[in-house]
């Protein structure tokens, strides 16, 4: 079993920023991908970014682009979201996952075996 905890969520003013973190824990399993998804009131959860954990290589959704960078320590097994110039409809539970499977486009939830709790984003105006 993988547990993975998100932190650095809060409250902020449109156009600042917020760095959220994820620490992966465990038994040794192997890992292809992480992912940061999103989850707005009465909204299905969305993809937000994710990067290879090997190679690094990194894919985001069009909204965040440009704002948005995921990164990684392979060395304290944790992921990070740099969020800046953040806007109200960024709020959202962000959460990671843990995608342990080759292949796939990677922005679907299904794609994904291993969730933390979500950590709240809220972006006031």
């Known amino acids: 079993q993988m547990q993975m905890v998100e932190s650095g969520g809060g409250l902020v003013q449109a156009g600042g920023s917020l760095r959220l973190s994820c620490a992966a824990s465990g038994r040794a399993i192997s890992v292809y991908a992480m992912g940061w998804f999103r989850q707005a009131p009465g909204k299905d959860r969305e993809f937000v970014a994710r990067?290879?954990?090997?190679?690094?290589?990194?894919t985001y959704t069009d909204s965040v682009k440009g704002r948005f960078t995921i990164s990684r320590d392979t060395s304290l097994n944790t992921v990070y979201l740099q969020m800046n110039s953040l806007k109200p409809e960024d709020t959202a539970v962000y959460y990671c996952?843990?995608?342990?499977?080759?292949?796939?486009?990677?922005?679907?939830?299904?794609?994904?075996?291993?969730w933390g709790q979500g950590t709240q984003v809220t972006v006031s105006s």
């Open positions: 990067i290879t954990w090997n190679g690094g290589a990194t």
């Open positions: 996952a843990a995608d342990t499977t080759y292949g796939g486009t990677g922005r679907s939830p299904s794609e994904y075996k291993y």
